[in-house]
């Protein structure tokens, strides 16, 4: 097999393919085999028919032409691999010339015009040197956590004044378009000031009381109509406020394991510290990867962008067609550091000569099941009957990379002393540990695109 490629843009190539007579071969062997126990030919039993009878009663340009759906993406992927190419999308494959006959000598050809990453160097982890700002706790925090703890303990009491922030209200809703109802509901219960139903809500409930009414206009969330504007009116049918436990011991009793407050001020304060240390490790990983990329100048796939761009503007807003320049601008700008982001750790991971095997992926792919409440074996056989393995792979593959790399690079808090992660980057001499870490990271990353995939395909 012969290749060479043609540079079309920065980040595109075309590959032409011209495949010996040997290699292609196999391919129509194969194929003359599974059309033979399907045809039933008089003299002759199923699967046993003469290649060159299945040749005579089927054609040999049917016969080349099964062949080559198995035999152009294979030998596609072979000639990238021989190319050193680094495919970002699947390429665009076209046939250009195939043999005729069994005796014709014209050789397999084909082009495969496809989007690259593109070449840079990466700086060596083991010289980098990174301060990362030094967790901190303070006493703000605690009573932020204390006070999450009295609301799930707190109870609703209804109140004789108007509604304001942080109140619960039940309400109905009546929304009306040209003069048309298109929504109603009745007995809603909504905390004013969450921001989690209709634009401009809170604003339009703050300060009514019990039997009051107002009408604002606001894009509709859901529905035939979502997007459309509205003219709602709102109907106040109670208002509520929350009324919390007192702190005291009493309190850390009903509320923990903690005979006395401070014990559980002190717990509180404990577990604030602990996830400080987790938001340091994850501002590491951060500074990790912004001094990879500092000061390199990568070219990002135009199709690729492209496509991330339309999902990312899909997820800012419901109509795409009506989304804002500044709408785009944030998802343009989200799409490009996500590519290159992929593409810094996926060169790190080569650079570092990161081996992912069978083990990682089926740990990925089981910890996305989990995640979702799905069944194991039905979700990787699901992302392998998709197409979708070689996303796993790759993903579990960037992490595993920045796992190793950050394992070299020196952190230091802003006092100058050294951070160990350990016991968020896993020990090198600890490979199951380090794999299961991987993979839950890696879960967290693409869960939700797979499972978006999966559910447009369906």
Same mark, same amino acid.
């Given at each position: 097999?012969?290749?060479?490629?043609?540079?079309?843009?920065?980040?595109?190539?075309?590959?032409?393919?011209?495949?010996?007579?040997?290699?292609?071969? @196999?391919?129509?062997?194969?194929?003359?085999? =599974?059309?033979?126990? $399907?045809?039933?030919?008089?003299?002759?039993?199923?699967?046993?028919?003469?290649?060159?009878?299945?040749?005579?009663?089927?054609?040999?340009?049917?016969?080349?032409?099964?062949?080559?759906?198995?035999?152009?993406?294979?030998?596609?992927?072979?000639?990238?691999? $021989? #190319?050193?190419?680094?495919?970002?999308?699947?390429? &665009?494959?076209?046939?250009?010339?195939?043999?005729?006959?069994?005796?014709?000598?014209?050789?397999? #050809?084909?082009?495969?015009?496809?989007?690259?990453?593109? =070449?840079?160097?990466?700086?060596?982890?083991?010289?980098?040197?990174?301060?990362?700002?030094?967790?901190? %706790?303070? *006493? =703000?925090?605690?009573?932020?956590?204390?006070?999450?703890?009295?609301?799930?303990? /707190?109870?609703?009491?209804?109140?004789?004044?108007?509604?304001?922030?942080?109140?619960?209200?039940?309400?109905?809703?009546?929304?009306?378009?040209?003069?048309?109802? %298109?929504?109603?509901?009745?007995?809603?219960?909504?905390?004013?000031?969450?921001?989690?139903?209709?634009?401009?809500?809170?604003?339009?409930?703050? /300060?009514?009381?019990?039997?009051?009414? +107002?009408?604002?206009?606001?894009?509709?969330?859901?529905?035939?109509?979502?997007?459309?504007?509205?003219?709602?009116?709102?109907?106040?049918?109670?208002? &509520?406020?929350? #009324?919390?436990?007192?702190?005291?011991?009493?309190?850390?009793?009903?509320?923990?394991?903690? *005979?006395?407050?401070?014990?559980?001020?002190?717990? !509180?304060?404990?577990?604030?510290?602990?996830?400080?240390?987790?938001?340091?490790?994850?501002?590491?990983?951060?500074?990790?990867?912004?001094?990879?990329?500092? /000061?390199?100048?990568?070219?990002?796939?135009?199709?690729?962008?492209?496509?991330?761009?339309?999902?990312?503007?899909?997820?800012?807003?419901?109509?795409?067609?009506?989304?804002?320049?500044?709408?785009?601008? &944030?998802?343009?700008? =989200?799409?490009? &550091?996500?590519?290159?982001?992929?593409?810094?750790?996926?060169?790190?991971?080569?650079?570092?000569?990161?081996?992912?095997?069978?083990?990682?992926? +089926?740990?990925?792919?089981?910890?996305?099941?989990?995640?979702?409440?799905? *069944? @194991?074996?039905?979700? !990787?056989?699901?992302?392998?009957?998709?197409?979708?393995?070689?996303?796993?792979?790759?993903?579990?593959?960037?992490?595993?990379?920045?796992?190793?790399?950050?394992?070299?690079?020196?952190?230091?808090?802003?006092?100058?002393?050294?951070?160990?992660?350990?016991?968020?980057?896993? #020990?090198?001499?600890?490979?199951?540990?380090?794999?299961?870490?991987?993979?839950?990271?890696?879960?967290?990353?693409?869960?939700?695109?797979?499972?978006?995939?999966?559910?447009?395909?369906?």
């Amino acid at each position: 097999m012969k290749t060479s490629v043609e540079k079309l843009e920065p980040t595109k190539v075309k590959m032409t393919v011209t495949v010996d007579t040997e290699e292609l071969d @196999p391919y129509l062997d194969e194929t003359r085999k =599974e059309l033979g126990k $399907q045809v039933a030919i008089p003299g002759f039993r199923k699967g046993h028919v003469p290649a060159r009878i299945i040749d005579q009663r089927l054609g040999f340009p049917s016969v080349v032409s099964e062949a080559l759906n198995n035999a152009v993406p294979e030998l596609y992927s072979k000639g990238a691999e $021989q #190319e050193n190419l680094r495919p970002m999308d699947q390429p &665009k494959l076209d046939v250009t010339q195939i043999p005729t006959s069994a005796d014709d000598k014209t050789l397999l #050809e084909f082009t495969a015009e496809v989007e690259v990453r593109p =070449e840079f160097e990466l700086p060596d982890p083991k010289d980098m040197e990174i301060e990362v700002a030094k967790p901190e %706790v303070k *006493d =703000e925090d605690v009573d932020r956590r204390l006070d999450a703890l009295r609301q799930r303990f /707190g109870t609703l009491v209804g109140v004789d004044r108007p509604a304001q922030k942080g109140d619960f209200v039940s309400l109905d809703l009546n929304a009306v378009i040209d003069g048309e109802t %298109v929504d109603s509901q009745s007995g809603v219960s909504y905390e004013i000031g969450s921001g989690t139903m209709l634009d401009g809500l809170d604003e339009a409930l703050d /300060g009514l009381s019990k039997g009051e009414e +107002t009408t604002f206009e606001a894009p509709l969330a859901s529905g035939d109509h979502e997007g459309e504007k509205a003219q709602i009116t709102v109907t106040v049918n109670s208002v &509520k406020a929350e #009324e919390l436990p007192e702190l005291n011991d009493d309190f850390a009793q009903e509320a923990s394991e903690f *005979d006395t407050l401070d014990e559980l001020k002190a717990d !509180i304060r404990k577990q604030s510290e602990t996830d400080s240390e987790g938001r340091q490790a994850n501002d590491a990983r951060d500074a990790f990867i912004a001094r990879l990329e500092e /000061g390199l100048d990568v070219p990002v796939p135009t199709g690729v962008k492209e496509a991330l761009v339309a999902d990312h503007v899909k997820a800012l807003t419901p109509d795409p067609d009506k989304a804002s320049d500044e709408d785009k601008k &944030k998802a343009e700008d =989200e799409a490009i &550091k996500e590519i290159t982001d992929q593409m810094v750790l996926d060169a790190l991971s080569e650079k570092l000569q990161i081996n992912v095997t069978q083990n990682d992926v +089926t740990n990925f792919l089981a910890s996305i099941a989990q995640q979702y409440g799905m *069944d @194991p074996s039905q979700f !990787i056989s699901s992302i392998v009957n998709n197409g979708q393995l070689g996303s796993a792979v790759k993903e579990v593959g960037r992490s595993k990379g920045l796992l190793a790399g950050m394992r070299l690079v020196t952190f230091k808090d802003t006092d100058g002393k050294v951070l160990d992660l350990s016991r968020f980057l896993g #020990e090198e001499d600890e490979p199951e540990q380090t794999e299961t870490e991987a993979a839950a990271a890696a879960a967290a990353s693409v869960a939700d695109k797979i499972t978006s995939d999966s559910a447009d395909e369906k």
